[in-house]
Structures are given as C-alpha cells and as structure tokens.
C-alpha cells in the first residue's frame, strides 16, 4: 500500500450532473494510486506529456499505474493488466496547433487502443488543451485525467473542460467543451516550475481576487512572497481557492453563455499580445497580466475604479513580477484586428470584462470605439 | 409569404432534452424559409457542399436565405442582414478528412465568423458528418443544420449527431457527437441522385426494417418498386419511418452506450470492406448491404435465424440491387484486422451486431473466433 492516505490532500468538486468531476490538491498524488486508478475508464492509457516534463515525471507516474498490477483486491482494476503507451511533444504553446493532436489520434489508432482508453494529460495548459482536445475528438470522445505540473494549468486551464488548439488566425479556435475525469494537483511538481511560469501562473491566481473575491485578493497582496517561495500551505491554499472559484463558475455556465465570461478578464487584449508577438513569446499569463492592466484602466475611464484601485492592480501584478505595459512593436490597430476575432464576441459587437470594482467583473459590449481606440494608443509600451 | 404551408411536410422530433430538434420531410422544403430561418443562431451562415450538389440546388438555398430580407415583421431575424458565405469541397469519401474539414475552418476564420454563426451542411453523409465535425469544433462548438441531398443521409447520418472524419487506420476515428440544429430532408433533392446511390440509401432503410420493425420490413418488401421510382408517398414514408426508429434508438441512448450500436448491423464488416477497398470505390451502403448478408450468415451458424430467412435477407438487398458478396480481393485476416479497430469493441473484445430473428438484433461479444473466421473465408466472393 502506498502512504498516500496520510498526505494532506483537499477535495473539491465540479458539479456538472454526469459529467462532475473532484479536483485533489496535495504533495505527492503524483505517487498516489488510489487517487489515479478509480478514473480510468479501461484497461488501455495513453500518457502525453511533453520534452521537459517528461525527464522529471513521466517514470514516476508510469511507475504508479503500473503499480496496479499488484494493487489489493479492494481497488479498481485489480488483475487486468494495464496497457501503457505515451506521447511525447516538443514543449511550447507553439506546439498548441492541429498537428500536435494529429500526433497523439496516430499513436493511439497505431496502438490499437478503442473507446474505453483513458488519455492523461501530464504537463501544463498547453498538454492538457491538447490532450482534452485529443480525448474530445477520438472516436467521438473517450476519458481524460488532468495532471497538471504548472501553477497557471493547475489553477485555470486544467479545470472546466475548455480543450482545444490555437490557429494562425487565433488562439484555441478549435476546441471542444470536454471535462476530465478528474484532476490530479501535485504541489511537488512546481519545485521544477522556473519562476517566470510561476509569476504567469499568478496571473491567473489574481485575476480570481480581481474579478470574484476582494478578500482573496487581500490575501494575495499579504502572501504573495510565501507564493513565490513555493511554499506548501500558502501555495495549497491558493490552488484551492483558485479552483474554487473556478469551479462555481463552470458549474453554473458550462459553455460560457454567460458568467463564464468573466475568468476572461485581461484574455481579449491579452490573446491578441500572444498572437501578434507570436505564440510563447510572451506566456500566456504575461500577456493576461498586461490584459488586466488594460482593463482596469479602460474600467477607471467609464468611472468605475479609481485611480488608487488601478495602482492597487499594477502593484500586485508587479510583486508577481508580471509586466503591466504592452509590447513597443504593437499599435492600437494590431489590437483591433484581432480583439474582432474574439469568440466573446456577438455577431460583430465587440464584448470585453471590466471591473466594476476590485473583486467584481462584469460583461459589457457598450465599449465606445474611439474610447478604446484612445486607450489602446495611450496605453504604455515597453 | 412562400406557399410552403401547403405542402405536405411531416415532421417528427429527436428527443434530447435541451438538445432537441426536429426532422422535417417533404418536397420543396430547400425553398422554405418557414423551415429554415428559425434554426439559425445569428446572422452569420456558412453553408457547406459540394461539386455535384452546388449546381442543382446551392443557388435556391442562398436565395431562401436572401429572402430573410424582406421577410415578414413575424419571422425571425427580421431587420437583420444576413451574412452567407460558402464552402465547395471535392466530393466523395476520399475527401472526407481532417484537411477537408481544416478548409471549412479556414473559411470561418478568414470571414471573422464567432460563436454565434451557423453551418449548413447541404449534401450526402460525407458532407453533413464534415460539416457536423467542423461546427462540434469551431470555437469549442457552433450551430448546424441539416440539409441532406441522399436518401444515405437522409435516413441515417443526418440523424443522430455522430459527425467525423476517416483516418488512414479506420473510418470515422475522428469526430465528436453534436447534435444538429434542425433536419430538413427535402424529398425533390432525390431526383438528382444516381440510381446507384439510391440502392446504397435504401440499405440502411432494410437495415431498419431488419433490426428492429418486422413490419416495416414486409412493407419495404412490397415497395420496393415504388421506392426505386421515387415515388413520393412512398420515399416519404419510408424516410419518415426510417427516421422515426433512428430517432428512438438515439433518445434511448445518445452516446451509443448501449442500443444504438444495433444500428450497426453489417457494419463491423462493411467498414472493413470499405477501408480495404479503398473509400470511396464501395458506397457505405453497398458495404453494409455485403456486410448485412454477413451478419444474417453468422446468426444463422448460431440458430437464431433458418436458412428461409437468409435467403429472405437476400432477396430484398437483391431486389434494391445491393451487394449480397465481398470482394473477391479481401481474404479472411484483411477484415479480422480491420475489425479489431471497430469503436464497439471493449477491451479487446470483438463486439458484433447479429439477429435474434428477422426485425429484432442484439449485442454479442462471444463469437467463436475459429467460427468467424470459417465465415469470413467461406463467404461467398465475387
């Protein structure tokens, strides 16, 4: 038996009626078995992961499934042998295209594998975005675990079942609505995470204060060093709180017709950075980073914040050590054109979340034009 | 106002809680605006055809669309301009791929279309399960509808939300369940259709009869000369019919967990034909009807059904001018290994659909492999 059941791991649950899903955040469920093994849907996984994530994870988790050969009688899938192939990706959101995906469809038809195969997604948002899509897609749909290794997939992008890929012409254009089967938070791996994906991740973490919770976002400001610091509470606790948040909206808006939104604040001029400065050059949560700032001060234009509370948003972010201005080579009209793609978008009206006041977001598609246009080329460059 | 309230449309609805729609069935109804406007999600239409169909009836289609302008205060969308673009694909079923499916993609994004625009698939099977695969995955999923021109698709793969793609290693490998907007199954489009296409529709309306309604059977028995003329009353008929028992099976069970695989019966078997002879050189319907034959075979070897109804199978595929032998070039391994690969297998157990009597199949996963494989080599070639 493992000792797993003596680590201090949080639970928490995705309520979407059949397709509800826990999340467990902990140290070492990497090892865990008895958190892995009830998600698989048969006896056939495939593992993709990438170039960097591998050399550190790949054996122990392959370790842990196969482990299941020898598991007691009381667990799932006693006696059948498990079948384990895996996939490995060069690293990078440049990787997050059609063609990666087509990668792992090919290893999983040359291996064999049917409808009651288990993809697991080891590694950051861009794996698990592509993973979930792979899942989604593959003979019309088949199981996927989330074990996300980055601060930024394990608080956003593992949780909530958005899967899919970017395009030349924008980012995640193709995708589908998928949820896992569970997702699997292993604290441990972020002592390989290097500090600028930490910051990125943190993005994310404050965006939740910003947009739903005043008082995490005070909890933030007081323990944003213990965060940097990795250290295991602070770090456990924001996870948690993070997919919290998450997981209430998703519940009650799976497909984003509504509240869904909201987790968006910052991605509309933050997608159009990544897609202009070309994808992984500026990290997602970079790019986001810079999005809020724009928000926010777009938000302090239509009177809704004051000038302190855009100075309070600036601060934060720079403790993160995140950027709060926008790329020199980008003009006001770079932004336009590709903030008209966005899928927020209503026909052709422009939506954007701004902050109606700190720790509250709110949908408008009232942005005046020439407002925007006055924001975007005013804003400061770098 | 169009005079299409005169005409004798009947109209049936699949049962999927929020994800409902109906199928409607008629002549005329590709000039119906009453029939189409109510099923667009904006104003953003792409529609999807192809080489063969675009000449006959793309032309009508876009003029019902164009009516919307002038449209009566009470209709839908009044007021608002509609934007239509298009999509020509190659046809067949060797361009049912994912590069196909990136060109639809492609045409969305360079029109800038968002979340809220509709595609249209008006063609065979091949372009309404593209088209379906293209809307389940633009923008993690969009609305569609289905405008099918054969009697294949309007019987079958219009129904039910499977869409997809073939892979090298199988058909339909890659796909999503999305579930169309409307069906409008415009019974005058049959008049366009080579006689060859026909028999391969009218397969899967036996398949029908054969799996699950003992009586539809008898009635096709003894219409089989009106169906092979198009007569209207009858075509419609058995379209309805048809539509009716798919419509059931899909309600019961979305997702093909369990009694939707019956309406595979002779595919296992025609897949592989199909794959082995190269898509496209065997309709679907002319490999299901091989595949059919094989499977009444096979129940027979296991008593369910006498050597009459056999012969009984065949006579009414003969009498469709269908298939009732495999190709002479595929030995017994060229489908076991194909067959290993078919998405109903568990593990790896060879699932088969097989007939407990005329009019009623069930699930087996206990065929005897020495017996299958006697089968597969005695079965008649040509």
Chains 1, 2 share one sequence.
């Not at 899967?163 to 589908?176: F, Q, Y």
């Not at 919770?213 to 996870?239: H, K, M, P, Q, T």
């Amino acid at each position: 038996m493992s000792s797993v059941s003596s680590l201090p791991v949080e639970s928490l649950n995705v309520s979407l009626g059949e397709r509800s899903y826990p999340i467990h955040v902990g140290a070492g469920l990497l090892t865990s078995r008895e958190h892995l093994l009830p998600y698989l849907a048969g006896r056939q996984v495939m593992i993709v992961t990438n170039e960097v994530i591998a050399p550190h994870y790949l054996h122990a988790l392959k370790e842990t499934l196969a482990g299941a050969l020898d598991a007691p009688k009381e667990e799932t899938l006693t006696g059948a042998e498990l079948e384990i192939r895996e996939v490995i990706l060069p690293d990078g959101e440049a990787t997050k295209t059609l063609s990666s995906v087509e990668r792992i469809w090919d290893a999983l038809l040359a291996a064999g594998f049917n409808r009651r195969c288990t993809l697991i997604a080891l590694g950051g948002g861009v794996i698990g975005d592509m993973t979930g899509y792979a899942a989604a897609s593959y003979q019309r749909g088949v199981a996927f675990i989330q074990i996300p290794t980055t601060l930024l997939a394990q608080v956003d992008s593992s949780v909530g079942g958005k899967t899919g890929v970017n395009h030349p012409r924008g980012k995640n254009m193709i995708g589908a609505f998928w949820q896992p089967r569970a997702v699997l938070v292993d604290t441990d791996t972020l002592t390989t995470l290097p500090p600028r994906e930490l910051s990125a991740g943190l993005a994310e973490v404050i965006k939740y204060g910003l947009i739903w919770d005043l008082e995490f976002l005070a909890w933030l400001e007081a323990n944003l060093g213990a965060l940097r610091g990795i250290e295991e509470g602070a770090i456990r606790y924001a996870i948690r709180r993070s997919c919290e948040i998450k997981a209430e909206v998703v519940a009650e808006d799976e497909t984003e017709q509504g509240v869904r939104a909201l987790l968006n604040l910052g991605h509309t001029f933050g997608h159009a950075i990544e897609a202009h400065q070309g994808y992984g050059n500026w990290l997602h949560g970079e790019a986001v980073s810079a999005g809020m700032m724009m928000a926010a001060r777009l938000s302090a234009q239509r009177g809704w914040l004051n000038e302190a509370d855009v100075e309070r948003v600036a601060a934060i972010l720079c403790a993160a050590d995140l950027p709060v201005t926008a790329p020199a080579s980008m003009q006001a009209e770079d932004f336009l054109s590709r903030m008209r793609l966005d899928k927020k978008n209503v026909d052709s009206r422009l939506r954007l979340i701004l902050l109606e006041t700190l720790g509250r977001a709110c949908i408008r598609d009232d942005t005046d034009p020439e407002q925007l246009e006055r924001l975007l080329t005013d804003f400061p460059r770098t």
